[in-house]
């Protein structure tokens, strides 16, 4: 596991180089979710994968660009990853991630025994949960991450980000989001994943929801490659990880590229969602 851990290391290094030297352009193909492609993600790609091979505990590896996983003879983990999350943020000089999900005999929730993510913001940082939850911040004059700090939720927070098409929001929905904001939660959603939520675990908490709604009834967040790995780390921290009634570790992925509604907060906020979906699903 360790292997993996370093190799994640130089992987964001590598990344955190592209996104700043190689050009952000849109390419005409789409990925395994029919996402448009950047450039960027076909890099950031092969950089995780030319890695990732390399590691002799790795027995296979899947990515959300790709739509089948590349298998080796030997080997323990699988890698379920995405190589750049919310791209699309690049060209508008937003935050954008890396996120690794880390399974053993497979890829439903239950089968994930270690996460991890990168932040490619104003500054490089990972996390990586174990047993713990553990935060890094690359230091440029040493050139290696720097270990700053656990990460433990509190009880209940101050941040709220509401993801989906509010349009498209159930009404149960709209009304749990209201009643949060009505108690004085502050909105705070960039449309990436990765620094929004690593937001709410470096505020100590609060809510992140990307619902079923009306247009997206599975939701738009991939179960492999996203969802597991933070519910992964929102439980090592402390807090809760749902899809509205079921704990998202106990899901099983029905394909690949399978995705589910999903809610990552401290205790007080994932009551709240629990009270408002019971009997909804
Ligand atoms: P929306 C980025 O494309 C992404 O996959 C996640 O990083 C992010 O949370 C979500 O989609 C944003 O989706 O519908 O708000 O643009």
């Not at 505990?57 to 660009?65: D, P, Q």
């Not at 190589?83 to 880390?102: A, E």
């Not at 099983?252 to 019971?278: N, R, W």
Request: hydrophobic share 35%.
């Amino acid at each position: 596991m360790t292997e993996i851990i370093e190799s994640i290391k130089k992987i964001a290094v590598d990344i955190n180089k592209a996104i700043k030297t190689k050009d952000t352009g849109k390419i005409e193909s789409q990925n395994a979710s029919g996402d448009v492609q950047v450039k960027l993600d076909v890099i950031s790609d092969k950089i995780v994968e030319d890695y990732l091979l390399e590691v002799s505990s790795v027995k296979e590896i899947i990515s959300e660009e790709k739509e089948e996983p590349i298998t080796k003879e030997s080997g323990k983990y699988f890698v379920a990853y995405d190589p750049l999350d919310g791209s699309s943020l690049i060209d508008v000089n937003l935050s954008v991630g890396s996120i690794f999900g880390i399974y053993e005999n497979g890829y439903n929730g239950k089968n994930i025994v270690a996460s991890a993510y990168v932040v490619y913001g104003p500054r490089l940082e990972l996390v990586v949960a174990r047993d713990v939850v553990e935060f890094f911040r690359f230091n440029e004059e040493k050139n290696e991450f720097d270990f700053v700090k656990e990460i433990n939720l509190e009880k209940k927070g101050k941040v709220l980000g509401p993801g989906g098409t509010q349009k498209y929001w159930f009404d149960y929905h709209k009304k749990m989001i209201d009643g949060l904001f009505g108690e004085g939660y502050r909105l705070r959603y960039s449309g990436g994943m990765v620094p929004d939520l690593h937001q709410i675990l470096l505020k100590g908490g609060g809510l992140f929801a990307y619902p079923a709604t009306t247009d997206k009834p599975k939701g738009k967040l991939r179960k492999l490659f996203e969802v597991f790995p933070f519910a992964y780390v929102f439980k090592k921290a402390g807090g809760g990880a749902i899809d509205g009634v079921n704990e998202l570790l106990g899901l099983k992925a029905d394909y690949f590229h399978d995705t589910t509604p999903c809610f990552f907060g401290s205790e007080y906020e994932i009551k709240k969602v629990l009270q408002a979906y019971k009997g909804k699903k």
